[in-house]
């Protein structure tokens, strides 16, 4: 599925990473990367999230991302 912003399109995948809040953060549970499928655990990445509101429950979205493939996306301009 392809959405289109600001004349521009963009794929699902960079959607996500652009309208998301990222923090570094520690893993103390397993959690798998994304863009790579790599287990992290017990490690510092990347951990996004976003707010959505439906109805009237607020639920917190999580996605984690290693550190190697964030810093290669953020020098492209991709998150």
Not at 11 to 33: Q, V
Not at 57 to 75: A, G, K, V
Request: proline share 1%.
């Amino acid at each position: 599925m392809i959405i289109q912003t600001e004349y521009e399109l963009t794929s699902i995948h960079e959607y996500e990473r652009k309208t998301r809040t990222w923090d570094y953060k520690f893993c103390f549970l397993p959690h798998r990367c994304f863009e790579t499928g790599k287990l992290l655990w017990l490690e510092y990445a990347y951990r996004g999230y976003k707010t959505r509101r439906y109805d009237a429950q607020i639920i917190d979205n999580y996605m984690w991302m290693c550190s190697e493939e964030f810093i290669i996306l953020r020098l492209m301009d991709k998150v």
